[in-house]
């Protein structure tokens, strides 16, 4: 899927598809520095984070496993809830590992505070975040982020695993949805 296939849908093109895997490459780059010679585990959330998971792990040259977990604090809508659930776990035991959490987003920070404290208590030997966007007028928990691909305005954006009401995860890009879209929202 592509802009041309949004029609009027699309309000505009924020990070265009070249300047995503740019800065994936960057992001790789550092990684890779950080944690050579180590087992480094790292996990995507889903769903979001399976663009930025898929093009981070082939842009990395250590070695590394993958792991998933799936939490939700969104409904269909671009609120949201502030409640964290758990909808599935990691199949790995951490205790003693190198874990980096990769996400698409940090929005509130909600999600993520939930998830590291969460993580944390499972007596892993480091636990770090990379997140491709973040909001940081929106940010109502500070978290520590060691990789940013990007800090990006206080609007809701879709693409690259990110979605409104589960549609336009497969763009290549990110952008931002013509306000016809959210209709009475
Ligand atoms: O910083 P926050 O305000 O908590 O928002 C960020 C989170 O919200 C989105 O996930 P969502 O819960 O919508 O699920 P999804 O990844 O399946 O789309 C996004 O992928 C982040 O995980
Ligand atoms: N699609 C999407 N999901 C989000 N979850 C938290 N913030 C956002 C956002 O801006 N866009
Ligand atoms: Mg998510």
């Given at each position: 899927?592509?802009?041309?296939?949004?029609?009027?849908?699309?309000?505009?093109?924020?990070?265009?598809?070249?300047?995503?895997?740019?800065?994936?490459?960057?992001?790789?780059?550092?990684?890779?520095?950080?944690?050579?010679?180590?087992?480094?585990?790292?996990?995507?959330?889903?769903?979001g984070?399976v663009m930025?998971?898929?093009?981070?792990?082939?842009?990395?040259?250590?070695?590394?496993?993958?792991?998933?977990?799936?939490?939700?604090?969104?409904?269909?809508?671009?609120?949201?809830?502030?409640?964290?659930?758990?909808?599935?776990?990691?199949?790995?035991?951490?205790?003693?590992?190198?874990?980096?959490?990769?996400?698409d987003?940090?929005?509130?920070?909600?999600?993520?505070?939930?998830?590291?404290?969460?993580?944390?208590?499972?007596?892993?030997?480091?636990?770090?975040?990379?997140?491709?966007?973040?909001?940081?007028?929106?940010?109502?928990?500070?978290?520590?982020?060691?990789?940013?691909?990007?800090?990006?305005?206080?609007?809701?954006?879709?693409?690259y695993g990110l979605?409104?009401?589960?549609?336009?995860r497969?763009?290549?890009?990110?952008?931002?949805?013509?306000?016809?879209?959210?209709?009475?929202?």
């Open positions: 899927m592509d802009a041309a296939d949004m029609g009027t849908d699309l309000e505009k093109v924020l990070i265009p598809e070249e300047e995503l895997q740019a800065k994936i490459k960057e992001l790789a780059g550092q990684i890779d520095a950080d944690y050579a010679g180590r087992n480094l585990l790292i996990v995507g959330v889903l769903k984070a930025i998971m898929a093009d981070l792990a082939r842009a990395l040259h250590i070695e590394v496993q993958m792991d998933w977990m799936a939490v939700s604090s969104y409904g269909a809508g671009t609120k949201s809830s502030g409640v964290v659930r758990t909808l599935k776990d990691l199949d790995t035991d951490i205790a003693g590992r190198d874990v980096l959490v990769v996400e987003i940090i929005d509130s920070g909600l999600t993520l505070s939930w998830l590291i404290h969460n993580l944390r208590s499972r007596d892993p030997a480091s636990v770090e975040i990379c997140t491709l966007l973040r909001k940081p007028e929106a940010v109502k928990v500070p978290i520590d982020v060691k990789y940013v691909g990007f800090d990006i305005p206080n609007e809701f954006v879709i693409g979605d409104y009401a589960e549609r336009y497969n763009l290549p890009f990110i952008g931002t949805l013509a306000r016809h879209v959210y209709g009475a929202e």
